[in-house]
């Protein structure tokens, strides 16, 4: 068990910046994801393509919770280098707004910026692109509690910590995400009442100390949720398009099992709004919820909204 007692010394630039090299999230480090530059307050990084990532094996464009935990990660580096090393974050808000789908086959890279530190909270802008980052896939902004407990990621060890195995997706050619390699690969199951379960694993964890539930997964599967949803109560054959997602974190995924359900506020012709929470052991206390919208495919003869 780590020694949280004695105080924690601020770390120089350099020794900070190597230090979130080396100790990041377990999802972060068996993802792939890299940090390939930093300055004060700024993190650039890098995911690199894997089939594993895929939402939809018909255009191998990759899911969008990809996209989510890549960026909630990237912000978190960037506050982080806007401290020094002595403090625990932890994400209270995420707003993705999705500019165009991943190119199949090529890296993702972040670009994010710590724009401002108060005493409790640190706000984050960010952006993944692909080739420019002038043309990204996608923006987003954020929100970090600081000194959110008495863990310190970049210090501490956990108690008989293991390196969790590498991200696979398990075949599944006639369940319901057959298409879906990532959300195969979060073992994501849906039940019959439309709410849908994702078991923990350590693959998810964010914080090992803790250890608690990346937030980045848990935005992922409140997004299978919601598509998964939205395509159930609408008939619909292909999934929508991500259009923005907005996630509020309301307290830490423990390591248990998680569970998700999502209702449709408004549907258009073409653009459907839904909310969708997520829970563990006690429906009535989320872990999380969301709030976005999707671009449905045009229905002839009904008219906009």
Known sequence: MSDTSKPNAPLPFEELAKAIRGRRSVYGYISGLKLDRTAPAEAWS?????PVFVGDTETGVLHG?????MLDESCGMAVQLALDGTR???TLD?????????TPGLDIKAHSICYRVTRSIAFVRATAY??????PVATATSCFMVGANRTNMLKDKPAGYRAPPPLEAPEDPTGPFARSPFARCLGIR????????????PQIIGNPMLPAIHGGMTGAFLETAAIT?????LGASAPPKPIGLTINYLRSGRALDSYASVSIVKQGRRVVAFEARAWQDDAARPI?????HFMLRPTPGADEE
């Open 46 to 50: 890098s995911l690199p393509y894997r």
């Open 130 to 135: 692909q080739e420019s980052e002038d043309d």
């Open 94 to 102: 995420l707003r993705i707004d999705y500019q165009k789908p991943a």
């Open 65 to 69: 919770g990809v996209v989510t935990a």
């Open 190 to 201: 849906l039940s019959e009442d439309g709410t849908l379960m994702m078991p923990f694993s």
């Open 288 to 292: 999380a919820s969301a709030f976005g």
């Open 88 to 90: 625990a974050i932890a």
């Open 229 to 233: 949803g939205v395509m159930r109560e």
